[in-house]
């Protein structure tokens, strides 16, 4: 069985910074894609960034210049570090990881979510 724990999130002010950790547990055989998510109320989730297999990133346009995707893949592990954040960064965050477990089939798997609130 596989299982995702993400942590990081909290409290910061305008202007801080935070960094988010998901580690991936089990019976791996391949990770491909690794990415996060973020659902602020009432609005959809939406992703901010997404980190391939081959190294390949994509941010969404927010946060461009401000927010960082990186894996460690011996850990099996992606993290997200958010610089210069702002109040519309408020959101939980979802670290999302494509793939493969020992004797089964492809799929996504999502962590459990972490607050991250941007407030002075």
């Known amino acids: 069985q596989v299982q995702l724990v993400e942590s990081g999130g909290g409290l910061v002010q305008p202007g801080g910074s935070l960094r988010l950790s998901c580690a991936a547990s089990g019976r791996i055989l391949v990770i491909y894609t690794m990415g996060w998510y973020r659902q602020a109320p009432g609005k959809q989730r939406e992703q901010v960034a997404r980190?391939?297999?081959?190294?390949?990133?994509n941010y969404v346009a927010s946060v461009k210049g401000r927010f960082t995707i990186s894996r460690d893949n011996a850990k099996n592990t992606v993290y997200l570090q958010m610089d210069n954040l702002k109040p519309e960064d408020t959101a939980v965050y979802y670290c999302?990881?494509?793939?493969?477990?020992?004797?089964?089939?492809?799929?996504?798997?999502w962590g459990q979510g972490t607050q991250v609130t941007v407030s002075s």
């Open positions: 999302n990881i494509d793939l493969t477990p020992i004797g089964g089939v492809r799929r996504d798997y």
């Open positions: 980190l391939t297999s081959g190294g390949s990133t």
